[in-house]
């Protein structure tokens, strides 16, 4: 099995079967906010992706009147976890909404034909800046998570409406 750029799993697949391993964690606190007037801003790179996963199924269970967008990047189709299910979810909850963008389409081999590059700060604008008030949440790589801080101040964001984990070693 390859995993390009995941140091993670490639250790973890060079392994033997039966082979004993210490885990860690899970750590981080990333929970949606109580303030079902203020909508939430998902921002998610890669395997990012995996605490908005939890938070959409149960906001969909409980069919919470809270808007949710979620802004999901990835670098090809055939590298975005969940895809398929989000797409699922948006149809079964209209409060929650995706725009998932592929930012190395010329390495892929499966089509798209939704939005392409990475997540700007004019997609966060044309996003975050209708809505009242919203708390944006940010997963990912650590790069990405600094640069899209960057990018949601830039767009007017305050400082304590973001909060954030970072995703080492994936």
Not at 122 to 144: D, E, N, S, T
Request: glycine share 8%; charged share 20%.
């Amino acid at each position: 099995m390859h995993f390009p750029y995941c140091p993670y799993k490639c250790a973890l697949s060079a392994l033997s079967n039966g082979t004993l391993v210490k885990l860690d964690g899970p750590f981080g606190s990333l929970t949606l906010h109580n303030i079902r007037a203020r909508p939430a801003v998902f921002i998610a790179g890669g395997i990012g992706i995996t605490p908005f996963m939890s938070i959409s199924r149960q906001a969909t269970k409980d069919q919470l009147p809270q808007r949710m967008i979620l802004l999901y990047s990835n670098h090809r189709p055939e590298d975005a976890a969940f895809l398929v299910e989000l797409q699922q979810l948006v149809r079964e909850n209209s409060n929650l909404q995706l725009s998932a963008t592929m930012t190395k389409m010329e390495k892929s081999r499966t089509p798209w034909d939704g939005r392409t590059g990475p997540i700007d700060e004019h997609l966060v604008i044309k996003v975050c800046g209708k809505l009242p008030a919203p708390i944006c949440y940010l997963v990912g790589p650590p790069g990405m998570v600094a640069s899209m801080r960057e990018t949601l101040s830039a767009a007017g964001v305050n400082d304590d409406d973001i909060r954030s984990e970072e995703f080492y070693g994936y």
